[in-house]
Structure formats: structure tokens, C-alpha cells
């Protein structure tokens, strides 16, 4: 009922084009319904005209930001309170909580990815290890030249200490191996444990990747014969990759961070289950504690947007500010929220927030861990 257009009873709202039945599900209306109350739609018999669509578009715009406004002073203004207020039923007056979130994770990631600028780390890539190690092998010293002697001298005993010789000659027949029969080798390695196979298929499916012109995994298929199984599949996925991290560390950056708004909301629904048992007490149900997630990661989003505009335009490092500023804003909104003492209130404050952090992490990881697979 929140996206009802704004009636102001002129133009095609007036009385006299309303109808007795609505157009949109055929229910029965009466002249004094200005919505259809089945499905919302406005209760109008008045073909649209152009001056309709603008009277309606700057309608709604303007309550929006009417909501938007009330939002924004009540959120930063009154820890705890919006949320009080929207799951008591106060809702027309403010914007859908999980659209708002959503919209500032959008924006302050897209103003990351805008501006950082990652496509400069490209230049840092290593394109192909086996190049580096060529120019060990083949690294020719003046005799005349003292730095050159001393710099052969040290690459020399850094050789010795790892084994450089036998790692690279290991290296070259193992990969002779891989390569005269992949096939062969594959069927090899489906014979052990599934730790070793895997770790075994990622060495398989890196040579390959390196040494032939592979673009996925059906050129595999069809040049070697090999099995379609997801665990084929997946240790190719993660071998190309990790390769494709090498060579393209920035364009890897900025497509985990663009994945990062949707990653909130899958983070958000888990952690609220810890908010949940820690108050489980409270009258309130699971839904009310989201809502209160949803609007305390709002804060945290809108304060690391002025943060970032900040640092910036400025040049400065204002995060450390901001992230003080939202702790202090946590605990005062669960404290007002939840109505518990200060000692109660702090001790849960420490315990989610270690919650939050160890589920961020591991967040973290199945995120880098999709975008390789996916990269």
C-alpha cells in the first residue's frame, strides 16, 4: 500500500472519473474509493495524458524525499527509534528499510569501483613465472663489473638454500609428464583421496592452462577426453582462476567489490540469528531484529560515504572518525531499542560485534573463493 501514487483529488483523480469497478482486477468500487482496496491501484476512468505522467512523477518524487528526509534526520538524530517507530506501524513515514540499505551498499561500492582506480594494479601482474626463472638461469655477469659480481654472488647462494636447481629440474620434468599424456595422468589421480586429487587436478589443470591455448573446460573436453564431473570442473575454475588473478589482480578487485551489496544481504539474515538468541527474551521477533540490522548497516553505510567524500576531496583519512562515531551509535541504539542496563547492553554489544567480525570474515573468504571460481 506504500507505492500508491500521491492523490490530490484534481486532474484524472477527480470525482467525477472515478468508477465502480477497477480496471486493473475488476473489483467492485464505490465512487468514494480513491484506491482499489484488492490491489491498490488507483480508482481513475481518465485516459492518461502527458500532463498526467508529470503530475504524477514529481507527486511521487516529492513524497519520496518527504520519506527519505524523515528517515535520514530520525536515523541519524534517534538511535533505535526508526526502528521503535517502523515495527510499531509507523511505516508510511519512512522508506522501506531493506530498499534503503540497498541502495547506499549500491552507491558506496559503485563510488568505490568508480574511483579506486584498480586497473593500475594490471601493471603489477605476473604474466608468466616461468619467464623470471629463465632469466635466473640465464642471468650473465661482467667480471669487471664489482655490483654484478656480488648480486651473482648472493642470487647464487639464494639458489643454493632452496634447492633452486632441483626445484627447477623437477619442475620441467613434471610438467613433461603432465603433458605427454594428460589423460593418463588424469585417471592416475581420480585413484586417490579427494584432498590429494583435487590438489593434484589444480597442478594438472594450471600446466594445461600455461602451456596450451585453453579458453574452458569443454576445450579440455574435447582435446583430452576428460570426464565432465563437477569436481573437474571446479579445480579447472579455481586453477584459471588463480591465473587470471595473476594476471589481472585489479579487474579480479573490481569484481569482488561489485558483488559485495548482495553479499550484505546474504551476511545480514545469519548475524540477526545471533541478535535473535541473544535476545531472545525480548517480546520482539526475528523480522523485528532485521529491521533493526538493516537499519544500523544503513547508518554504517551512510557515514562510510561521507567518510570516503571526505578523504577524497580532502586527502585525509577520516575512517577511523567514523567507525568511532558508528560504535558509540550501536551501542546507544541497541541500549534504546532493547531498553536493557548499560552492564547487559555492553556485554551483548561485545559479544555480537566479535560475532559480526569472525562471520565477516568468513564472509570474506566464501566470497574470494566464488569470484575465483567465477572470475
Not at 600455461?210 to 579458453?215: N, R, V
Not at 579480479?252 to 559485495?260: P, Q
Request: aromatic fraction near 16%; charged fraction near 20%; charge should be positive.
Amino acid at each position: 500500500m506504500n507505492d500508491k501514487p500521491i492523490i490530490s483529488g484534481k486532474g484524472r483523480y477527480h470525482l467525477k472519473y472515478r468508477g465502480t469497478e477497477c480496471l486493473n482486477c475488476g473489483h467492485p468500487l464505490d465512487l468514494s474509493d480513491r484506491y482499489c482496496p484488492n490491489c491498490s491501484q488507483a480508482n481513475s476512468t481518465k485516459k492518461i495524458s502527458l500532463k498526467d505522467y508529470v503530475d504524477e512523477f514529481f507527486g511521487t518524487l516529492i513524497a519520496y524525499d518527504a520519506r527519505l528526509f524523515r528517515t535520514l534526520s530520525t536515523l541519524l538524530i534517534r538511535p533505535g527509534k526508526i526502528t521503535r517507530n517502523y515495527i510499531d506501524g509507523k511505516r508510511i513515514s519512512f522508506t522501506n528499510p531493506f530498499r534503503f540499505l540497498l541502495s547506499l551498499a549500491i552507491i558506496y561500492f559503485l563510488m568505490i569501483n568508480f574511483t579506486g582506480n584498480f586497473s593500475k594494479l594490471d601493471k603489477y601482474a605476473v604474466q608468466d613465472f616461468s619467464a623470471v626463472e629463465d632469466v635466473i638461469s640465464e642471468l650473465t655477469i661482467d667480471p669487471a663489473n664489482e655490483e654484478e659480481v656480488v648480486l651473482s654472488q648472493k642470487i647464487d647462494s639464494l639458489k643454493k638454500a632452496v634447492n633452486y636447481d632441483t626445484y627447477k629440474e623437477r619442475k620441467r620434468k613434471r610438467d613433461s609428464l603432465l603433458l605427454l599424456d594428460p589423460g593418463a595422468h588424469l585417471k592416475k589421480i581420480d585413484q586417490g583421496l579427494l584432498g590429494d586429487r583435487f590438489s593434484a587436478k589444480h597442478v594438472l589443470f594450471t600446466t594445461l592452462l600455461k602451456h596450451d591455448t585453453i579458453y574452458d573446460y569443454q576445450d579440455i573436453e574435447q582435446k583430452y577426453g576428460f570426464a565432465e564431473t563437477f569436481e573437474n570442473k571446479m579445480a579447472f575454475n579455481i586453477a584459471n582462476g588463480f591465473l587470471k588473478l595473476q594476471k589481472s589482480p585489479g579487474s579480479f578487485l573490481s569484481t569482488l567489490i561489485s558483488k559485495l551489496p548482495f553479499v550484505v544481504f546474504f551476511f545480514l539474515p545469519v548475524f540477526t540469528l545471533f541478535i535473535w538468541l541473544v535476545y531472545i527474551r525480548k517480546k520482539y521477533s526475528y523480522t523485528d531484529h532485521l529491521i533493526f540490522s538493516f537499519h544500523n548497516t544503513a547508518l554504517l553505510f551512510i557515514l562510510l560515504i561521507i567518510s570516503y567524500l571526505i578523504d577524497s576531496v580532502f586527502k585525509t583519512n577520516s575512517n577511523w572518525i567514523f567507525l568511532m562515531i558508528f560504535s558509540t551509535y550501536l551501542f546507544a541504539a541497541m541500549r534504546n531499542f532493547y531498553g536493557q542496563s548499560i552492564f547487559k547492553t555492553i556485554v551483548k554489544y561485545l559479544f555480537l560485534n566479535t560475532i559480526f567480525f569472525i562471520l565477516a570474515i568468513f564472509s570474506t573468504v566464501i566470497l574470494f573463493t566464488g569470484n575465483i571460481i567465477t572470475f
